[in-house]
């Protein structure tokens, strides 16, 4: 009887850690949304401006919730070659975020409107096959869209860089520890390839989800006192 009643106090507190588990998740999930429509800049903009509200208001209206979801937070992969298979390459989707950008790397922009095929600095070898490979990956996603979304090639170091950055959200003003938990591959970035890679991104002036996230608990946790 005393090992039932064990197991039963076992398995109920299993059960709350998954709900407030999934609770946490479902949250995050929402705030980002939230972040992306009220900061991000393919939808801020528009909130910002009276004349554009209510053709937004229409948009979101009308659009599946695959396409507003999509609207509101961009997509964003890499092509890079298959680490088993020289001959192979590999599509990879990654979080919408500036230090996503290395110069080592060929990342799609997908904002549904509009693709963009960036160019790292540093690729130097079969760069013409990874391009042509991510104009394949375009032709493939953008198979069955209406109209076709406008396309086109950018490079790195270069003032063309604002239409990508423009849709990343700002990881570079996180810390170390917030930056290598949305991209675990940053913990084998050099310390000094890192701070290059952070310092060309200074002139964003948008706020980092989580610094977002930190002047709401400053703001509405202590009203809630009240």
Not at 6 to 22: D, H, P, S, T
Not at 202 to 218: A, C, D, G, P, V
């Amino acid at each position: 009887r005393g090992i039932n009643a064990e197991y039963g106090k076992q398995w109920y507190q299993r059960r709350v850690r998954g709900i407030q588990e999934a609770v946490k998740t479902l949250i995050e999930e929402y705030l980002e949304k939230l972040y992306f429509l009220l900061h991000g800049p393919i939808v801020s903009r528009m909130l910002q401006q009276r004349d554009l509200q209510y053709y937004l208001l229409h948009l979101l209206s009308r659009a599946s919730v695959t396409a507003v979801s999509h609207l509101v937070k961009a997509k964003l992969y890499r092509i890079s070659y298959h680490p088993e298979e020289s001959t192979q390459f590999r599509v990879s989707e990654y979080p919408p975020v500036t230090l996503a950008l290395r110069p080592d790397k060929v990342v799609v922009l997908d904002t549904l409107t509009d693709i963009y095929i960036w160019i790292g600095s540093q690729i130097k070898e079969k760069k013409e096959e990874l391009l042509d490979q991510a104009k394949m990956f375009v032709e493939q996603l953008t198979a069955d869209r209406f109209p076709a979304p406008s396309r086109a090639v950018l490079l790195d170091d270069t003032a063309s860089n604002r239409f990508v950055d423009c849709y990343l959200m700002p990881l570079h003003k996180d810390s170390l520890g917030l930056q290598s938990t949305v991209l675990p591959e940053l913990n084998e970035v050099s310390a000094d390839d890192l701070r290059q890679l952070t310092a060309k991104f200074n002139h964003i002036t948008l706020k980092s989800f989580n610094q977002w996230l930190e002047e709401i608990r400053l703001t509405v946790i202590p009203s809630l006192a009240y």
